[in-house]
């Protein structure tokens, strides 16, 4: 089983979303994304993951960074703040409803995960 999942992103500065799916951060397992990426045969794009599970609703959720069409530059990994109405928040929280098991074992208080299984966007 994987840690993460890619999520094609339409419409959006980001061709696709990495999704953590464990208290794990999709980082230890960049090798195996870029290699997903490259099945896409995606060239240089703009990739967003999203750290909900493991690093929680905090100003460090979200972090951007570059494929080039092999690999991730490494210069461009950088922490960016995503408005709370923002379309990829609500990416997320439809597929952690989809997903409620996972949001199980992560670090969100009760509160924040039954906010999700309503539906209600963090």
Same mark, same amino acid.
């Given at each position: 089983?994987?840690?993460?999942?890619?999520?094609?992103?339409?419409?959006?500065?980001?061709?696709?979303?990495?999704?953590?799916?464990?208290?794990?951060?999709?980082?230890?397992?960049?090798?195996?994304?870029? %290699? $997903? *990426?490259?099945?896409?045969?995606?060239?240089?794009?703009?990739?967003?993951? @999203?750290? #909900?599970?493991?690093?929680?609703?905090?100003?460090?959720?979200?972090?951007?960074?570059?494929?080039?069409?092999?690999?991730?530059?490494?210069?461009?990994?950088?922490?960016?703040?995503?408005?709370?109405? %923002? $379309? *990829?928040?609500?990416?997320?929280?439809?597929?952690?409803?989809?997903?409620? @098991?996972? #949001?199980?074992?992560?670090?969100?208080?009760?509160?924040?995960?039954?906010?999700?299984?309503?539906?209600?966007?963090?």
């Amino acid at each position: 089983m994987e840690n993460y999942k890619v999520v094609k992103i339409e419409h959006s500065e980001y061709a696709y979303m990495i999704i953590s799916e464990s208290y794990e951060t999709p980082f230890s397992y960049l090798d195996k994304i870029c %290699n $997903e *990426l490259k099945n896409y045969n995606m060239l240089k794009c703009k990739v967003i993951f @999203d750290m #909900l599970l493991n690093i929680g609703n905090t100003s460090e959720r979200f972090v951007e960074a570059v494929f080039d069409g092999e690999c991730f530059v490494d210069a461009t990994f950088k922490y960016i703040n995503i408005n709370k109405k %923002n $379309e *990829l928040r609500k990416i997320s929280t439809e597929f952690f409803r989809q997903k409620s @098991d996972a #949001l199980e074992y992560s670090i969100l208080n009760s509160v924040q995960k039954k906010m999700i299984n309503e539906g209600i966007v963090i």
